[in-house]
């Protein structure tokens, strides 16, 4: 690929004095060669290609590509060299650690948003807190719950009528491996909705009183006003799918989204390096606008401070 020659202007949306996106250096003229392979979760594509087109349209490179193979396959692939970054909803496990090591991938690791599903109900159904050991009974499959005085005496004595995603959602897998502890362990008799019909699931849960549902939390969150919000118990209280609750991790239905890729590969100079500057400088941007929860202003800081550490690259402001 031929010189590419960027400005990252993209630095000034973060100014934080720290080394090559201080202050004096926003405006700096970067030599990048190179494209960029993503694979990874679902969830996280439309934000992906959003970062495709910004890395493109700065750099030139139009042989940048975006897969979703999937968490596990994209780990593994990023482990055997095939892909510079591997875009997953989970941490790395132990052994495909051991696995990146062995083949000499020196792992890091971004976080770049949150993803979390939110538990809903008709108005009139007060059900203000479950547990999760009641979600997993009304939930796994096979469940023979029919009514939601059946998972406890303070319930109402109405009839279940459930509504929830498709099985191909991040949202379910999401769902399924929190509450019953295994991703795609559910009861199928559901009431089903795809993501762009988010906000079709909301009316149609306010539109029956006996309705009881989830669903991903940014694809409906400016209809959320129109149903009952149900917090949930799993172990510590009840907590209400809040923003602050899902930013700060302690809403049980969340879950934080990363970037991993190898350090030798992310220098200031790099592609790798580049597409993952655009990225947390945009993090907020991307995140609202292509339906994840977006980090806080301090995670956004704490995340590039900690990647600038291990790639060297850490200049304390004088000031």
């Given at each position: ?87 997953v909803a989970r ?6 650690s051991r696995a ?22 008709n108005r009139s ?195």
């Open positions: 690929m031929p010189q590419r020659f960027i400005s990252l202007i993209i630095c000034s949306a973060i100014v934080l004095g720290l080394g090559a996106c201080g202050a004096k250096s926003t405006a700096g003229l970067l030599t990048v060669r190179g494209r960029v392979a993503v694979d990874g979760s679902k969830s996280m594509q439309p934000f992906n290609l959003k970062a495709e087109t910004v890395f493109g349209n700065f750099t030139g490179d139009e042989d940048t590509s975006v897969e979703t193979s999937g968490d596990s396959v994209a780990l593994k692939r990023l482990c055997a060299g095939e892909i510079d970054i591997a875009s941490e790395i496990t132990a052994a495909e990146c090591a062995k083949n000499g991938v020196d792992l890091q690791r971004v976080m770049i948003a949150h993803q979390a599903a939110v538990l809903v109900t159904l007060a059900i203000p807190c479950l547990k999760d050991s009641q979600l997993n009974l009304l939930w796994q499959r096979g469940s023979k719950i029919d009514n939601y005085r059946q998972l406890g005496s303070g319930l109402p004595q109405a009839p279940v009528s459930l509504f929830g995603p498709t099985e191909s959602s991040a949202a379910f897998q999401l769902y399924t491996s929190s509450i019953t502890g295994q991703a795609g362990d559910s009861r199928g008799d559901y009431k089903k909705f795809i993501y762009p019909q988010g906000p079709a699931m909301i009316a149609a849960v306010a539109a029956d009183r006996d309705a009881l549902g989830y669903f991903d939390y940014a694809w409906v969150r400016d209809q959320i006003g129109q149903v009952g919000q149900v917090a949930v118990d799993a172990g510590d209280g009840c907590v209400a799918p809040t923003l602050d609750a899902i930013q700060d991790g302690s809403y049980p239905l969340s879950r934080p989204l990363y970037y991993y890729f190898d350090r030798a590969k992310s220098g200031q100079l790099s592609a790798v390096g580049t597409f993952v500057e655009i990225t947390i400088a945009n993090a907020t941007l991307f995140a609202n606008r292509y339906f994840l929860v977006p980090l806080t202003a301090e995670q956004i800081v704490t995340e590039r401070v900690n990647w600038l550490k291990q790639t060297g690259r850490y200049k304390r402001s004088a000031g």
